[in-house]
């Protein structure tokens, strides 16, 4: 559920979001969402003074509170 939340979130704000990647991982042995965008909708995503990317953790995490955090990163070349 809170991946398929956070895929339905950050697709709906991006530019391209054919390049919108969300898959759960792990991080220091907790469980972590880690979401992909393009560097293109990096700043839509983190939006000003990182209020976007926070709504999405507050948003996501109080669904399903098993995850630890919400990860953003730029695909890999």
Do not use: C
């Not at 979001?17 to 979401?35: D, H, Q, T």
């Not at 669904?63 to 953003?72: D, G, L």
């Amino acid at each position: 559920m809170a991946q398929a939340l956070a895929e339905y979130i950050v697709k709906s704000i991006v530019n391209h979001p054919e390049s919108v990647s969300v898959m759960e991982a792990e991080r220091n042995g907790k469980p972590v969402i880690r979401i992909t965008v393009s560097q293109r909708d990096m700043a839509r995503v983190m939006g000003s003074r990182g209020l976007v990317i926070r709504a999405i953790r507050t948003l996501v995490l109080s669904a399903s509170p098993e995850f630890a955090e919400v990860i953003v990163d730029e695909p890999e070349a």
